[in-house]
């Protein structure tokens, strides 16, 4: 009990920190046509899959992502959630959402997908300021 209470605060924390982030950086997006290059040019940065580590077998981009998120590297997971956030934005953008919305609607729909998991959720956090930088 002392734990799911702890593990609430903490949840608590983090959705607040998310909360005044949002606000602040509310009127500061670039316009959807700016915001479509530079997200396209950050996935491309992104995009150079990390090196396959696991055998010698050669992995797709997804295998070698999805087996550094499994062996809990923070970083592999960081980069995962960035390119997947980058993507989803990329989408929204392009079916006439503005910045602002598309970023805030994305991590939404990350969070709502976390199922609660800290790491996740702070990941997702880490990612939002990340866009919120580039944007």
Known sequence: ???????????????????????????????APQAIVVLSNELNNLGNPPAPSIGNTLQTKQQATDAFAKSGCTDCMLRAVKEQFILLTLKEIKLGADTGSAVESVRALMISGSNGNAQLLATIQTAYQYMDSIL
């Not at 605060?9 to 982030?21: I, K, N, P, Q, Y």
Request: charged fraction near 10%.
């Open 1 to 31: 009990m002392k734990r799911m209470n702890l593990i609430r605060a903490a949840l608590f924390a983090v959705f607040a920190f998310m909360g005044t982030v949002s606000l602040s950086a509310q009127q500061n997006w670039l316009p």
